[in-house]
């Protein structure tokens, strides 16, 4: 992929995972949904709170977790969570989630999933 489009995709990443608790009336600018998995969910809710306003903010990529420049994937310590809590985001053709997306720099044509999981549920 080449520099330009991983830096569109890294864009909408993360004007995404800015606005994704964000009320909003119509539809977003960056179409998706997040997902999280029993771990998270059965967290208390003010942890989750804490942690989804963590991968709305997460800024800290580095080349291991972040090879392509995408910022799709981060992984965050908390305190009073007994493990890393990992974030990915996978994209998809449409919000049937059936087809990956064949251009996710396009939102127009791509639908994004973030799931927050606990690293155990990776």
Known sequence: MDEQKAKQIAALNDQFRLKFFVPTFGPRPVPGHIVCTRGISGLPPEMQIRIW??????????????????????????????????????????????????????????????????????
Do not use: Q
């Not at 990529?61 to 305190?79: K, L, Q, S, V």
């Not at 890393?84 to 791509?110: H, N, Q, T, V």
């Open 53 to 122: 306003s963590a991968v709305s903010e997460y800024n800290s990529f580095t080349e291991d977790d972040d090879p392509y420049g995408e910022h799709d994937f981060g992984a965050i310590t908390m305190d009073g969570v007994p493990e890393k809590i990992f974030w990915k985001i996978d994209y998809y053709a449409d919000k049937s989630c059936a087809l990956g997306a064949e251009d996710p720099s396009d939102p127009a044509r791509s639908f994004r999933v973030l799931t927050i999981m606990l690293a155990s549920e990776y």
